[in-house]
């Protein structure tokens, strides 16, 4: 293992700064795009940056540059040099992580220099080559159908990625992460109808990308099929996908619930912690070595990032804390770094029949933050609202919107499912269960 | 760069495996500055280099692009890719289906030989220090830490400038240079168990650092403070019918979201279906249907001065251009690229075809787009005085509309009661809710061009890969009738 990233004068950052934390990235993507059945995308791209934050004086700056040369490298270390002498100082510095709990990883030219020669580029004309099979295999499905009464139009994506990420730290830090991504979605329009369905996972070869379209299609036949009633908004129980709890629940990792807004009174769970906020069936947590989940188990400055329960057995346990706020005030500092529902082994349909009357929604569209106060969210359902009677689809139903927090939702679980992966490239990769919730709030609808 | 591009634009036409191709070198250099109270939490200057290339062979394209920008062997390897890539795509799309990637025709006059656009600035914001950007937004901190209730002030500053070469197979010579700014911050208060807060927007241009020092950052602070407390003791909105004067700091969003997104043209045509979504500005409702009252005009202008739109050439190679798009209430025009144009059967491109980098291919977005000022002479004070019962809205709020651009609900950052011709009290949790050509449809004043502002969006998301692109949206203070109000 050579202890550093490939062009990076680590004697001259160790001599010149007081403290830093070295970020290297790369990218690798693919990604072909398909609408109104042809082809309107495709894509190749390749991606590499440093980003620097460097440390003087308790002053602080970061610098980053997508020119990797020595040269380059070079610059950018000069540039920061100079520019922190017009920079103020940090009055939260924490000093960069020691490494003391990731001896095991090292940074290694060993890996930089995989993702970088031209063997990846070998392995990227087979990934081309399966993304093209994925969309080719939907759009064959058009020209099947074009003699057939099904008169299709498609849209959707096929995409592939690989990441590679080192941190590194005047204070001896040493993290590496090699990810792959992958992503297959598809939207099917058929007689004024639209049904959609996407998979992600870390192998693009785990893509089913055959039964992604099949299922689509499968809704949007019965869209069709069972016809559509226009309904009026109101409370309603409703079963939410996978996809559509992963949408809604998702979003208070994303809106700031952190210790320090608690402490100084601004988040809606002010007084809450170590009281209950969910039914005693819930417990949602972060574990970056899951064998659910697995995901980065370091935060892009290097710090660990372990198992660390939100909610256990219905539970508020605790909330994201940063280091200096830890440190501030004698608490734990932890990140969140993948979400997970601890699930069970129903199906999604089997909570189906659950429903006396209410609404089966697939997915969910334009979720945004109404009033932080009590995290009152709101959005539209979009591609596949079915309704309901006595565990029985009866039909399609007009689309609505909605407004309501899921803090408020936690307490109105009546059942969950087995969860499902959905990866992201750039947010938290999550497990969520299908959820099946009482008086879900549709509060106006729309005109489809 | 030039020998460079010039190089790998030759190597393409040379290769005679592709029908148009063009070469895009971009080098974009950005600026944010993130503070808490007086602490600076982030400040962090990004350089990002690289060339994208573009092939259409036989109606599909091939998009490869590369950050090893500066070496012919990496530029060649990836402009093989493209055309590689093309003759895949070809391939598949031959056995499936006809349809095709087309280009909007540009006759030897549109081709723009030599093109040169840079937004005039008087002071580059990279060469001013970090200390007298950071000083602004501490001084509002220092005018408001001892306020009642004061808890927490969050600012940001941004800076973006990008300098592009656009050279195309059909003899394109195209260079742009875009400087934008932006600068906002939000207090927030605590009392008595509850919180609320109020945000500075600034508006943001493209302009150079004298734009960040003639606005009222500093003196805004201490009335936005006040409000915020204001704010925790106001009455929630009841649910109901109601009047609204919206002023442009909050209308600007909701312009954005319920007249730009649903008249782009690749949304309207299907292309946008599996991620962005759709739109009900279909074309056969060109010139017929009726978007707004007939007081409403809105009018895309991509030389407006400052606009965050106006960037001189789009990444087809094409000039800004200004034109309507609702006249006079009537659904007139759309915003369109030369992948889209010639499909609703329009000549030309309206030039709205806009990557958000050098790495990834350009795609339809909304242009510079404003609600045009009110005909007749009318003050926000006559407006006022001319409203019996209303709600009048400032401020950027929630936003969120469904995927055909129909229902829509929005939220707004400072929200006061008018009776009778008068404000009378502040009110909180106020949200509005239409149909998009419904709401337009109730406007029934606006105020002159006396009272005509500019905001704008900064990260307007759209495409797979996700993209974000800015554009600016101006607005005269407009009411707005029997709008549904407090639902969430």
């Known amino acids: 293992m050579i202890k550093s990233i490939k062009n990076f004068n680590f004697k001259h950052a160790d001599s010149n700064f007081d403290d830093y934390i070295i970020k290297y990235q790369k990218l690798e993507r693919g990604l072909t795009r398909f609408a109104s059945n042809m082809l309107t995308q495709n894509i190749v791209q390749e991606k590499d940056s440093i980003i620097f934050t460097g440390y003087k004086d308790r002053k602080k700056i970061t610098l980053s540059t997508n020119n990797t040369t020595t040269e380059g490298i070079n610059d950018l ?27 095991e990883n090292e940074v290694s030219n060993e890996v930089s220099n995989e993702v970088t020669t031209d063997k990846a580029s070998e392995k990227d004309e087979q990934e081309k080559f399966l993304r093209m099979k994925m969309v080719g295999a939907a759009l064959s499905k058009v020209r099947t ?19 590679f990420v080192a941190v590194a730290t005047k204070n001896g830090a040493r993290r590496f992460l090699k990810r792959s991504f992958a992503e297959y979605s598809n939207t099917i329009e058929y007689a004024g109808e639209r049904a959609a369905l996407k998979m992600s996972c870390n192998k693009e070869t785990d893509i089913d990308y055959l039964n992604v379209f099949d299922s689509a299609l499968e809704d949007v036949k019965l869209i069709v099929k069972k016809g559509k009633r226009s309904f009026d908004p109101g409370r309603y129980d409703v079963l939410l996908s996978s ?9 208070l990792f994303s809106y700031g619930l952190d210790r320090r807004s608690y402490d100084e009174g601004h988040s809606p769970l002010v007084g809450k912690i170590k009281s209950k906020i969910a039914d005693s069936s819930i ?5 970056p070595l899951s064998s659910k989940l697995s995901s980065a188990n370091f935060t892009s400055e290097g710090r660990p990032i372990k198992k660390h329960y939100f909610i256990k057995d219905g539970i508020l346990e605790d909330l994201p804390t940063s280091p200096f706020w ?53 959005g539209m359902t979009r591609n596949g609202i079915f309704y309901v009677e006595d565990g029985e689809i009866v039909s399609s139903s007009n689309h609505f919107r909605w407004n309501e927090s899921p803090l408020s939702v936690l307490n109105r679980i009546v059942a969950f499912s087995k969860g499902y992966e959905r990866r992201s490239f750039g947010g938290f990769d999550n497990y969520f269960p299908a959820i099946l919730v009482k008086d879900f709030y549709l509060s106006s609808k729309t005109g489809f | 760069m030039d020998k460079l591009l010039l190089e790998v634009l030759n190597f393409l036409v040379a290769s005679g495996k592709i029908d148009y191709a063009d070469v895009r070198y971009r080098e974009t250099f950005t600026e944010d500055i993130i503070t808490s109270n007086n602490v600076l939490k982030n400040y962090n200057n990004h350089d990002d280099r690289g060339v994208g290339i573009r092939v259409l062979k036989d109606g599909c394209w091939g998009f490869a692009s590369t950050s090893k920008f500066n070496d012919i062997d990496s530029l060649l390897k990836y402009a093989n890719i493209a055309i590689e890539i093309a003759k895949q795509a070809s391939y598949f799309q031959n056995h499936n289906s006809s349809n095709r990637i087309k280009l909007t025709k540009l006759t030897a006059d549109q081709i723009i030989r030599e093109g040169k656009y840079k937004t005039p600035i008087v002071i580059d914001p990279f060469k001013v220090t970090a200390k007298d950007k950071l000083n602004i937004l501490f001084a509002v901190h220092e005018n408001v830490k001892n306020k009642q209730g004061f808890k927490r002030i969050d600012g940001t500053m941004k800076f973006k400038k990008f300098h592009q070469f656009f050279y195309s197979s059909e003899g394109s010579r195209i260079e742009n240079e875009i400087y934008l700014n932006d600068v906002s911050y939000t207090i927030t208060v605590v009392e008595d168990g509850d919180f609320q807060s109020r945000t500075f927007f600034g508006i943001p241009k493209t302009a150079g650092f004298e734009w960040i020092l003639a606005q009222p950052i500093v003196e805004d602070s201490t009335r936005l403070a006040e409000e915020a407390l204001i704010k925790l003791k106001a ?8 009047d609204l004067i919206i002023l442009p700091s909050n209308l600007h969003l909701t312009i954005h979201e319920s007249v730009g997104h649903p008249t782009e043209l690749d949304r309207v045509l299907g292309w946008e279906a599996n991620f962005a979504g759709t739109s009900f500005a279909t074309p056969e409702k ?7 009252s007939d007081i409403v005009n809105f009018r895309a202008d991509n030389n407006l001065s400052g606009g965050l739109a106006t960037i001189g050439f789009d990444d087809d190679g094409i000039p800004s251009k200004s034109f309507d798009i609702i006249k006079d209430g009537i659904l007139v025009g759309y915003s369109t690229t030369r992948e889209t144009a010639h499909l609703i059967g329009e000549s030309e491109s309206m030039g709205c075809n806009r990557a958000d980098s050098y790495a990834l291919m350009p795609i339809n977005r909304i242009p510079n787009l404003s609600l045009m000022p009110g005909k007749k002479l009318l003050t926000l004070e006559e407006l006022i005085a001319d409203t019996e019962d209303a709600i009048l809205i400032d401020g950027r709020g929630s936003f969120s509309i469904d995927q055909q651009r129909l229902n829509f609900q929005f939220g707004g950052d400072f929200f006061q009661e008018i009776k009778n011709g008068k404000i009378v009290g502040p009110l909180r949790d106020v949200t509005y809710q239409a ?6 449809r109730s406007c029934d004043a606006i105020c002159d061009q006396r009272f005509w502002q500019t905001h704008g969006t900064l990260n307007c998301g759209k495409g797979e890969p996700s993209q974000t692109q800015h554009m600016t949206h101006g607005a005269s203070p407009a009411r707005f009738r029997n709008i549904s109000v407090g639902g969430a």
């Open chain 1, 77 to 103: 270390l000069a540039r920061t040099q100079e520019m922190l002498k017009y920079s103020l100082e940090d009055l939260e510095y924490v000093p960069s992580y020691d490494g003391s709990e990731n001896n």
């Open chain 1, 145 to 163: 159908d074009a003699n057939s009464p099904l008169n299709l139009n498609i849209s959707g994506t096929a995409e592939s990625a690989k990441q």
């Open chain 1, 243 to 251: 996809r559509a709890t992963s949408d809604f629940m998702g979003v």
């Open chain 1, 283 to 287: 417990s949602i947590y972060t574990d």
């Open chain 1, 326 to 378: 830890a440190n501030k005030n004698n608490l734990k500092e932890w990140s969140m770094g993948n979400i997970i529902w601890e699930d069970n082994n129903i199906f999604e349909k089997d909570l189906l029949k659950q429903i006396k009357r209410g609404f089966y929604i697939k997915e969910f569209w334009y979720i945004r933050m109404v009033r932080k106060n009590d995290f009152t969210l709101t």
């Open chain 2, 235 to 242: 009455s929630k909105v009841t649910p109901a019918k109601r």
């Open chain 2, 286 to 292: 060109k010139g017929n249907f009726q978007y707004g």
């Open chain 2, 435 to 440: 149909i998009s050509y419904e709401f337009w």
